[in-house]
Structure formats: C-alpha cells, structure tokens
C-alpha cells in the first residue's frame, strides 16, 4: 500500500525557515519524481516544486524560485522542501505527490494527507 | 502562469451529467495532452480522476470522463451521485518542466 506522510508544519514569523518532510513507503521511492503541492486555506491547489528520481533535477514555481529547495534522501525513501525567508502567502497546507507520466506534473496518482504550515507574527 | 480558468461552480441533480470546463491558452491547455483532473472532498487530499486528457485511472466510475477541444478541456459527470459533490481542480502543463492549476469547480449535487 503506497503511502505518503508528511510533517514539519507550523507556526513560523515571516523571514522565518521551516523545513518539511516526506515519508514514503510502499512502493520504490527512488523510482518516482515527487513534487510538493500547496493549498492556502480555502483556496485552490498550487504546485510548488518537483525533483526527479535520481534527484539530479528539479524546478521551481515561480512564486517559491530562491526561497525553497526541494531535494530527497532515496536511501531514507524521504522527500524534503527546505522553505527559507518565508512569507504570509506561503501559508497553506502542503501536500507531497508522486509525480507520474511523460513530463513533470503529467498527473500526480498519490498523494499525503499534508502539513499545515502557517507563517505570521 | 496564470491559472486556468474553471467555472466556480457547477450542479445537478442525481442521475443527471454535468460538464466542468477548463480554459487556458495556446501555451498550455492546447499545446499539450497533459491535462488532469483531481477531485477533492472537504478536509481531504485531491484525488487523480483524469490524466492526459481523457485517461482514467484504475478505480475510477467510468461516469466520469475527459476531452479537450482546442484551449478549452472538460471533465464530464455522468449519471451523477451523491458522492460526486465535491471541488473539482484540473491542470495543465506548460512545457519547460512547469504546470498550472485551475482555480477549482466546486460541484453541488442537488
């Protein structure tokens, strides 16, 4: 049963730094592309990043580029986002998923359940 | 990247079929076949309905179908259940290893 859990939410001050994780199990981590999905409360889903299996490439949304670092531990079968210089827009419920298809966000078949991340002073 | 633009909302009564659409642009929703479709009910993380276009996956209802005319895609409910109200968001790749979202239909089921 493929599984993803997250965590590393919270409460954060602007400027501040938060990193999330990813556990994985169930199916071969290092397989898989992974991205990171984000929704503010109420509102509809961003992507926010992906990493290829291999961990050699990834990409950024604009709205995250120089402020976040997605990368993953394939022997640990984790994925992180390193989220720096954090700002009151980046609150929202942050989701990691598997990546699939013939490109980057072809369509993402699972996904965790999130962590909330909440950034205000 | 601008989001795709979704209907905000969309009903219909049991049995019947509703039809969600899903505009973008030449640089995205026609450029590509990589549109996808994700439910989500409350308090719950979204779940793939559609891929590339028209594609679905294992365990999904066959009521449930995609196309794609030019910029615009759809997601059809047919012979709509109860279990079908929920918010339903597509997506859209943009080449250059980037993709886009619509803003969400949130579907009632009256």
């Known amino acids: 049963q493929l599984q993803l859990v997250e965590s590393g939410g919270g409460l954060v001050k602007p400027g501040g ?4 994780s990813c556990a994985a199990s169930g199916f071969t981590f290092s397989d898989y592309y992974m991205s990171w999905i984000r929704q503010a409360p109420g509102k509809g889903l961003e992507w926010v990043s992906y990493i290829s299996s291999s961990g050699s490439t990834m ?3 604009d709205s995250v580029k120089g402020r976040f670092t997605i990368s993953r531990d394939n022997a640990k079968n984790s994925l992180y986002l390193q989220m720096n210089s954090l700002r009151a827009e980046d609150t929202a419920l942050y989701y990691c998923a598997t990546d699939r298809g ?6 993402f078949d699972s996904w965790g359940q999130g962590t909330l991340v909440t950034v205000s002073s | 990247q601008s989001a795709l633009t979704q209907p905000p909302s969309a009903s219909g009564s049991p049995g019947q079929s509703v039809t ?5 642009t030449s640089s995205d929703v026609g450029a590509y076949n990589y549109v996808s479709w994700y439910q ?17 996956p294992s365990g999904v209802p066959d009521r449930f179908s995609g ?6 895609a759809s997601l059809t409910v ?3 259940q109860a279990e079908d109200e ?3 968001y597509c997506t859209s790749y943009t080449g250059s290893n980037n993709l886009v979202f619509g803003g969400g239909t949130k579907l009632t089921v009256l």
């Open chain 1, 17 to 20: 730094s938060l990193r999330l």
């Open chain 1, 59 to 61: 990409g950024y949304a």
């Open chain 1, 102 to 107: 013939a490109v980057v966000g072809d369509y």
């Open chain 2, 20 to 24: 969600i659409s899903c505009t973008g």
């Open chain 2, 40 to 56: 989500q009910h409350p308090g719950k993380a979204p779940k793939l309905m559609i891929y590339e276009v028209s594609k679905r």
């Open chain 2, 67 to 72: 196309s794609k005319s030019g910029n615009t």
């Open chain 2, 78 to 80: 047919s012979g709509l």
């Open chain 2, 86 to 88: 929920a918010d339903y």
